[in-house]
């Protein structure tokens, strides 16, 4: 149970890849017949004192642990029991590994780490196909996380809107810090298993609100159907366009198509917004071999960089935008490669109200789409 099988096109996470957990069991399968995992990330740099209050023991403690015993080639050794002398094969039982009991082991883990703050649990899938690729956890998530542990003060009490959030961990990480995250992306069962996160980490949430809601960036509204679990209510429309500051968004530039649709989706909501905002943009630049320019190339980040460029460049329409890269020299907090290729990018509207005061929420401005047109 614990194999990936991969196909054609099948994508894996490095970060999965490169660092498995010490337990890394299935823990269910999803509607789509995904096998689903639950991995721990552990934010770096707890104080002693913390990590005493939690466990009841210190760092310094930890050479008293018992650990298990290594052979000569490191592996474990284990002793194994004696065979039956009286038969010619030692009796052998399959153990299958029930649902039931699997839920069980998790509801310990829960209970032993529900009161440490420094300990996220994600749910998520591996090894998926390009289009789920938002159920797995990817480096631009943990660098956006990173940063924003960095700026505390920054979004400390803040609103927030994350767009393609994934499994949610961005959006687990803002919550501690911000008053409200809007936790959004497209698609029932990868909601499902991101409000199936939300509640593995209340603990790490504490009082600030997260609300996990449907966002497609392909349809002009925000769904507001009121038998849907992740719908929008009128209320929470208005509460986001009052008092929203920040939208962030971490490895969602895969396809161009979904790139030019996230662009408009940004362009749409930050002119509607009664505040400034903000906006911060995390991605890895991939290399990829292609058959077209029998080279190395970065067809997605190519295209990323080139909205981001469209989008520095209006000037005529209701909004304009500067756009900066941010440097990351920032602190560490969870335990990946930080690559060179992973960026983050800083958005900053520029408002000009007398041109148009207060347009209808989704409206059609023709310079931004005649500019993607031209893409």
């Known amino acids: 149970m614990d194999q990936v099988t991969m196909r054609s096109d099948t994508v894996l996470s490095d970060v999965h890849l490169l660092l498995p957990n010490a337990r890394h069991l299935m823990t269910r399968l999803n509607s789509a017949g995904q096998a689903v995992f639950v991995s721990k990330f552990r934010i770096l740099g707890v104080e002693e004192e913390q990590v005493e209050a939690h466990w009841g023991r210190s760092p310094k403690d930890e050479a008293t642990i018992e650990h298990p015993l290594l052979d000569d080639d490191g592996d474990l050794d284990v002793e ?17 590994l029930s649902l039931a009991a699997e839920v069980k082991s998790n509801e310990d883990d829960v209970d032993e780490e529900s009161s440490i703050k420094n300990v996220i649990r994600v749910e998520h899938t591996m090894a998926t196909p390009l289009e789920d690729v938002g159920k797995q956890v990817w480096r631009g998530a943990l660098l956006l ?54 509640s593995l980490n209340k603990h790490f949430i504490a009082e600030h609100g997260l609300k996990v809601r449907q966002l497609d960036w392909t349809t002009d509204d925000f769904p507001s159907d009121v038998d849907s679990e992740f719908g929008w209510s009128e209320d929470e429309v208005v509460q986001l366009h009052d008092n929203a500051r920040f939208l962030i968004a971490a490895d969602v530039c895969y396809d161009d198509d979904l790139t030019d649709a996230l662009f408009r989706t940004l362009y749409q909501i930050t002119s ?47 909004m304009r935008f500067t756009v900066t890269p941010v440097l990351c020299s920032f602190p560490q907090f969870f335990e990946y490669e930080r690559v060179d290729q992973l960026e983050l990018w800083k958005v900053s509207p520029l408002l000009d109200r007398r041109q148009n005061p207060r347009p209808p929420f989704w409206s059609q401005d023709p310079v931004f789409v005649l500019s993607l047109g031209q893409l």
């Open 80 to 96: 194994r029991r004696p065979m039956d002398v009286a038969s010619d094969r030692d009796s052998v039982h399959p153990v299958i």
């Open 145 to 198: 996380s990173d940063f924003i542990l960095s700026q505390h003060a920054v979004f400390q009490g803040a609103t927030v809107l994350e767009l393609g959030a994934g499994t949610g961990l961005t959006s687990i990480v803002m919550a501690s810090v911000a008053k409200m995250v809007y936790c959004t992306d497209a698609g029932e069962d990868l909601l499902s298993m991101c409000q199936r996160n939300v």
């Open 272 to 318: 509607n917004l009664h505040n400034p905002s903000t906006t911060y943009f995390c991605l890895e630049k991939r290399l990829n071999f292609t058959l077209r320019h029998l080279d190395v190339s970065c067809e997605a980040y190519d295209h990323f960089r080139h909205c981001l460029d469209q989008l520095a460049s209006l000037s005529n329409g209701r």
